[in-house]
């Protein structure tokens, strides 16, 4: 794929912008690039364990997505199948010699966000904003494509090993990856990359091994308790609404960690059915952060706790369910070498000299991150790829947009990595 291929498909997939588990055109979109490829490509149950998937969207919602999806060129058997057995694929191509199993990790959805129409921005400018009301603000669809790319450069198998091609639903909000794990994606595979753009650093510079990236666990919690009367009968109320607020305020007062840095945060908080009821529902969602896996864990069994002491208080039933999770970051310097090795290899390309730098630190949380931990804890190595995007909005942002040049630099090192054995 030369560079205008790959410009042509991140269009097409930054216009058709498709949310978590949802990403049904975008799927399609995937296997149509592949075809005749010498890859095999698993999807359905050999992608994704749906039953170890929270927060799944419902039928109607996936239905909603699945007739957008045929509307926009998809033929209606594919878009049933990726609305009944999920969105995810794994596509894998074999060289002509011995070599490492890589694995590459490359999201597909967008967020929950309103593209930018402002006559600067270029999606809008140049006739590829999103039609669909979510937007590709964080570089998924440049992952997407990046990752199609790849496939198709490596097609003459000259190169030594495998590469698995991990597409992932739902990174944000970090429910995805879990899921994939379970189906044994990446059981066998040796080194384990994730590529990200942007980042705010320029076109033209490639992070060996991202780290800082904060462990987090995301909660919904449900609080069942009794209502009754506000005024004739208190008493004989249980009060959901008074468990939750008293949970929230303990969340948000948790102590730091000397272990590491920690991070808590309360999202939303719906109870209740008039003022004059003792509210007998409530639901609570949050979520906690730290940058080492002890911070982590010890914020996470404190939450608990909170949740479970409110509840105890006020006499009220709960019951907690993980939304997501990612581990943190923690590169390997062994695949931090080959990367540089990679951009040694070519320091200059699609008119940018490269800048190589070891690390980065990337704040937030991804999920790419359960993938790279897996296979490090089974003696295989890890890292997090960054390539800057040059973007001119920040992450999450309405007018978030990278250079395009970008995909041409990832395309170019990630083929040089992998025919490097």
């Known amino acids: 794929m030369n560079r205008d291929d790959l410009v042509r498909l991140r269009r097409d997939l930054h216009r058709h912008a498709e949310p978590g588990f949802c990403e049904i055109r975008t799927a399609w979109r995937v ?32 239905a909603s997505w699945a007739e957008r999806a045929v509307a926009a060129g998809t033929p209606a058997d594919r878009a049933a199948f990726f609305r009944d057995h999920g969105t995810a694929l794994v596509a894998e191509i074999t060289g002509d010699r011995p070599g490492p199993v890589w694995g590459l990790r490359c999201d597909l959805d967008a967020l929950g966000v309103t593209e930018s129409t402002a006559a600067h921005h270029r999606p ?33 198998r000259d190169f030594p090993g495998t590469l698995r091609l991990v597409f ?41 091994g991202a780290t800082g990236a904060l462990a ?44 590491g840095e920690t991070r808590v945060n309360v999202g939303t908080l719906h109870a209740g059915g008039g003022a004059n009821i003792v509210p007998a529902s409530a639901r609570l969602t949050f ?69 190589f730098r070891r690390t980065h630190t990337m704040s937030g949380s991804d999920d790419a991150t359960l993938f790279m931990r897996q296979v490090q804890d089974a003696g295989g190595t890890a890292a997090y790829v960054l390539v800057g995007g040059g973007n001119p909005g920040p992450h999450h942002h ?8 970008c995909l041409v630099v990832a395309v170019d090192v990630l083929e040089r990595l992998v025919r490097r054995g």
């Open 31 to 62: 296997e149509t690039e592949l075809a005749g490829l010498p890859l095999t490509l698993r999807t359905g149950a050999e992608a994704m364990d749906l039953g170890d998937v929270s927060g799944y969207p419902d039928a109607a919602e996936r």
């Open 124 to 156: 809008q400018r140049e006739g590829f904003g999103s039609t669909t009301g979510r937007m590709h603000a964080c570089g998924h669809d440049a992952h997407t494509a990046i990752g199609v790319g790849l496939l198709h450069r490596l097609a003459d």
């Open 168 to 208: 992932q639903p739902a990174e944000e909000g970090v429910r995805g990856a879990r899921p994939m794990v379970a189906a044994g994606v990446v059981a066998g595979v040796d080194r384990m990359l994730a590529v990200h753009v942007g980042l705010d650093l320029p076109v033209g510079t490639v992070v060996g």
């Open 216 to 259: 987090t666990t995301k909660f919904a919690v449900e609080f069942t308790g009794e209502a009754a009367h506000a005024a004739a009968a208190p008493e004989r109320g249980r009060n959901a609404l008074a468990a939750a607020a008293s949970a929230t305020l303990t969340l948000l007062g948790l102590p730091r960690h000397s272990a």
């Open 287 to 355: 979520e906690v952060r730290g940058s080492t896996d002890r911070a982590h864990e010890d914020l996470r069994d404190g939450a608990l706790r909170a949740v479970r002491g409110a509840a105890a208080t006020y006499g009220v039933d709960v019951a907690v369910e993980v939304t997501g999770a990612a581990a943190g970051t923690v590169p390997d310097d062994a695949v931090i070498d080959l990367v540089e090795l990679a951009v040694e290899d070519a320091p200059e390309t699609a008119g940018h000299v490269l800048e």
């Open 398 to 405: 309405a007018e978030f947009d990278v250079d395009e040049d």
